[in-house]
């Protein structure tokens, strides 16, 4: 399949290590937040979201995180496993609309 | 049915040549939306409906794009005169509500 993200800012992270994947947001207006998966060759698949009144979410292995001073936004994965390979996106969207607005990605690679 | 399902999943055309691209949502899912993602960069928005009415076509880049869903179900997305920049992923998504929309796999467009 096609590569997704070929000149992609790239973490590498060993194996059983928790990766860290971090996005900044420009839109103060954004009230809404989505972290996405994407494996090459296939669509962005959702992992966890967050709405604005929160600051902290967790989900299985991932942790999102929401600073609203600063416009910060991070996934957190415990455990990385070869299956986390992939290009991670942050995307937002804002109060009133629907449409989702995303990040510049992150390409996460698993050390053996 | 189970997931979002795009076709043609590859499509490569002519410069100058019409396509037309199909997206079949989640069954009951009331918003639909299209994104353009280009090689190495995140999803961007085209345009969104919510059941057969197209609420925002703020994204789509020429008058040569157009896109329709007339029963409120499938989609199509119909580029004119196809041009090189034209070449990208073209992502399905649908959602019930404000959530993490689900995607299809995409049509990957090349234009020769």
């Known amino acids: 399949g096609e590569s997704v993200g070929l000149h992609l800012p790239t973490l590498s992270v060993q194996e059983g290590d928790n990766s860290i994947i971090n996005c900044a947001y420009s839109?103060?207006?954004?009230?809404?937040f989505i972290w996405y998966k994407q494996e090459s060759g296939k669509g962005p698949q959702f992992i966890i979201d967050?709405?604005?009144?929160?600051d902290k979410r967790q989900g299985q292995r991932v942790t999102v995180l929401l600073n609203k001073t600063v416009k910060h936004l991070s996934l957190q994965i415990a455990a990385t496993q070869p299956g986390d390979s992939a290009v991670y996106f942050c995307?937002?969207?804002?109060?009133?609309?629907?449409?989702?607005?995303f990040g510049k990605g992150t390409r996460l690679h698993i050390l053996p | 049915g189970a997931g979002v399902s795009q076709s043609p999943r590859y499509k490569v055309a002519k410069r100058g040549q019409d396509v037309a691209l199909r997206c079949d949502p989640i069954?009951?899912?009331?918003?639909l939306f299209w994104y353009q993602q280009a090689l190495g960069q995140g999803p961007e928005f085209l345009t969104y409906?919510?059941?057969?009415?197209?609420?925002?076509k703020s994204g789509l880049p020429s008058d040569r794009f157009f896109a329709e869903r007339p029963e409120g179900s499938v989609s199509t997305l119909k580029i004119q005169r196809t041009q090189q920049e034209d070449s990208a992923v073209y992502l399905c998504?649908?959602?019930?509500?404000?959530?993490?929309?689900?995607f299809g796999s995409g049509t990957r467009l090349t234009v020769v």
């Open positions: 998504a649908s959602s019930q509500g404000r959530s993490g929309d689900t």
């Open positions: 839109n103060s207006a954004s009230d809404y």
């Open positions: 967050i709405r604005s009144n929160m």
């Open positions: 995307a937002e969207t804002l109060e009133g609309d629907d449409k989702i607005i």
């Open positions: 069954s009951g899912h009331v918003s």
């Open positions: 409906f919510q059941n057969e009415a197209q609420l925002d």
